[in-house]
């Protein structure tokens, strides 16, 4: 995979899966502009990934509800490594969760503060436009570059509870990132959607059911995402990529 000094955009990229892949990308001597809203962890990993080299990692605070801020960190990596040629929409979570809902408290979805359920469609599916947005803007100049969206097998599933997160999901996965992938055909900008079942970024995660009988490691998703990126895998363009175990093969309502 022939990926010397290519740049990175990441976003969520302090913790889980857009840690791993910042870290792995580096490792082969390839530069990363690591973007995350949480200030303290994100610096200190990126200082960790950049004393480890050969690649370089560098740091930029960035709340992805925020089209402004995409845009300045899209800046700040063109300015410091002169190129984006793959970005990746790592942030994202469900909202009942991430916000702490009290579901007791809250039992039902038509229960649940609408508040959260936009903090869910802001970061799970506006963010993931936002990006491209920005980064396509760049992409467009140097005729390449590869946009890769993150869905779910929520977004296949559902959820009668969380219900913003499927729907997010599913939007990026299949409509957002089709229509990406069709303005940028003839820039030679690519758009898939990686859409993972249960990973082992929380404890909770090994709890959920698959065919191989476990979750995922972020690294496999990593390198999935890898495959995508290079030659080999260049002719993936403008579709969804389940990597669940089999989960979306169970018949799991019967």
Partial sequence: MRFEGKCAFITGAASGMGLTFSECWTAEG?????CDVNEEVLRQKAE????????RASACVCDVRDYSQIRAARDRAVAEFGSIDISVSFAGGTAVRVCGVDREKYPEFPDVPIEVFDWGLD???????????AVMAQMREQRSGLVV??????????????????????????????????YGAKYGIRCVCVSPGPVLTRPAMANMKTLEGRAAE??????????????QGSFINGTNIMIDGGRNAIGRWH
């Fill in 30 to 34: 390839r530069n990363v502009l690591m």
């Fill in 218 to 231: 972020p690294r496999e998703i990593v390198d999935l995402i890898f495959y995508i990126a290079s030659e």
């Fill in 149 to 182: 969206n993150i869905g779910s097998i929520t977004g296949e599933e559902g959820d009668g509870y969380g219900v913003e997160y499927g729907t997010a999901k599913s939007g990026a996965m299949y409509g957002l990132t089709k229509s990406l992938a069709q």
């Fill in 48 to 55: 960790e990934i950049g004393r480890k080299g050969p690649g």
């Fill in 123 to 133: 970061v799970n599916l506006r963010a993931q436009l936002y990006v491209a947005h």
